[in-house]
């Protein structure tokens, strides 16, 4: 069956440094890969989306690759701030009958300290 | 603009009632979808409406059910509420992009 996983639960950093998350699937063939963010009694909101044609994908300070040969998605947030602590989802996608049907990991917890 | 929206924000009820969820889509957006979210989990898919009806579903029973109307606002209903059923629903909506918008959600308890 399809499987996700995210790296640990929670990922602790200090403010500045860089922020790097990990999204790996089994039994899988997304045409492209989403991740989104969430904060605490909220609904998630939409960070980038990577094709499956393309290697990395990035703004401002969120860089996002794609290596369907590993079956890994990589999550970096740059410059870290204590704002970006939420937790972050990945979230593969078939597409073609799948299309709209997203299927999400379990989600990191991200904390930046000051 | 506004965003999704979802009423109610909170909800309790007993088990074996019925309950109605409501969301209303970004504007411009024609697609809704529903996801429950148990705590410390990401979001589940339970299904997907497009012109008022049902283009995919997830794993889920037919206590789950859900309608789409002209506007394309949408419901959820839930039938005989199990105490697992406990959970944040929400609700996002998506127009010609693959990405999806989500409302704030419903948080249910069920006694």
């Known amino acids: 069956s399809q499987k996700i996983e995210q790296n640990s639960e929670a990922l602790n950093i200090q403010e500045g440094k860089t922020a790097t998350l990990t999204c790996n699937y089994t039994?899988?063939?997304?045409?492209?890969l989403q991740w989104y963010r969430q904060d605490p009694g909220r609904g998630p909101v939409f960070l980038l989306l990577?094709?499956?044609?393309?290697k990395e994908k990035r703004k401002e300070r969120l860089k996002v690759t794609f290596d369907t040969t590993l079956k890994q998605s990589l999550f970096h947030i740059t410059a870290s701030q204590p704002a970006d602590s939420a937790t972050y989802l990945c979230?593969?996608?078939?597409?073609?009958?799948?299309?709209?049907?997203?299927?999400f990991g379990q989600g990191t917890i991200l904390t930046v300290h000051p | 603009d506004a965003g999704v929206t979802q009423s109610p924000t909170h909800l309790i009820k007993t088990r074996g009632q019925q309950v109605t969820l409501r969301c209303s889509p970004k504007?411009?957006?024609?697609?809704v979808s529903w996801y429950q979210q148990a705590l410390g989990q990401g979001p589940q898919f339970i299904f997907q409406?497009?012109?008022?009806?049902?283009?995919q579903r997830g794993n889920f029973p037919d206590r789950f059910s859900g309608h789409q109307f002209p506007n394309y606002s949408s419901e959820l209903n839930v039938n005989a509420l199990l105490l697992g059923d406990s959970a944040l629903y929400l609700c996002?909506?998506?127009?010609?992009?693959?990405?999806?918008?989500f409302g704030p959600g419903t948080r249910l308890t069920v006694t």
């Open positions: 996002a909506s998506s127009g010609t992009g693959t990405e999806q918008y």
């Open positions: 039994n899988y063939s997304p045409a492209y």
């Open positions: 990577i094709r499956e044609n393309e």
């Open positions: 979230a593969p996608n078939a597409g073609g009958t799948s299309y709209g049907k997203l299927t």
């Open positions: 504007s411009g957006h024609d697609t």
């Open positions: 409406y497009y012109e008022e009806e049902e283009r």
